[in-house]
């Protein structure tokens, strides 16, 4: 067997050229593999797992935005209710934002081989795969808002291996794989009708699907979804 990680962070990140500053950028890739025989010379084992944490402040982000005079012109409710959490320009009517960006990645491996015979072989592996990503909402800067989303993924296959002679061996083999995703806001979102607009129907978690204004800044996300895929394959070749 083995271990490793992999570390990246601000005391090893170079400073881009054009950069004031190191960035941000936090990645560990850590895991480890681990083998070895259950029945001497019959049955095997084989197992790893992986896991990458990454964390960053993706900056440089521009929005066009109206500026304190543009503001008390606004007599719309919501409106105002909406300016209240975009960020004031501290000049001209641009801003420029940071929004943070967390992903995980979760894999494991697992493999048994077992020699039933001289002629018979049987394989069996599972494979799962994790991905996260999270949710931004902060009530001070509607800007950085971002659904979070969720990705699983998992393999399983069983595999006979059987040799009848010397010009004949067949080979069967079963496979499952399945595919679960799912996207939404973060728990603590608002929503237009927090805001004030009058919408006959509020679809349950809140979330802001978008918010544009021509000429301006833009922002929100896709509808809170989920999605399954099942797929089985059974093939058997002589």
């Known amino acids: ?51 990458t944490i990454q964390r960053n402040i993706l900056q440089g982000n521009l929005a066009v935005v109206p500026d304190a005079a543009q503001r008390a012109t606004a007599s719309d409710p919501a409106i105002v209710n909406l300016l209240q959490h975009i960020p004031i320009p501290a000049s001209g009517t641009t801003v420029r934002f940071s929004r943070p960006d967390q992903q995980d990645f979760r894999e494991i491996t697992g493999k048994i081989d077992h020699t039933l015979s001289q002629k018979d072989r049987l394989t069996g592996r599972y494979f799962y795969d994790r991905f996260e990503r999270n949710a931004v909402f902060e009530p001070d800067n509607f800007l950085t808002y971002s659904d979070g989303s969720t990705i699983v993924s998992q393999n399983m296959l069983i595999h006979e291996n059987h040799v009848f002679g010397p010009t004949l061996v067949s080979d069967i083999r079963f496979n499952y794989a399945r595919d679960a995703a799912g996207r939404g806001p973060h728990p603590n979102a608002t929503s237009v009708q927090d805001l004030g607009v009058n919408l006959p129907f509020q679809p349950s978690p809140k979330a802001i699907q978008q918010i544009r204004v021509q000429n301006g800044f833009s922002f929100g996300d896709n509808p809170t979804a989920a999605f399954i895929r099942n797929n089985f394959t059974l093939s058997y070749d002589v």
């Open 1 to 51: 067997g083995n271990a490793f990680e992999f570390a990246r962070n601000a005391v090893f990140n170079a400073k881009s050229w054009q950069a004031p500053t190191r960035d941000q950028l936090k990645r560990n890739q850590f895991g480890g593999t681990f083998g070895g025989p259950i029945i001497r010379d019959r049955t095997f084992f084989f197992g790893a797992y992986q896991q």
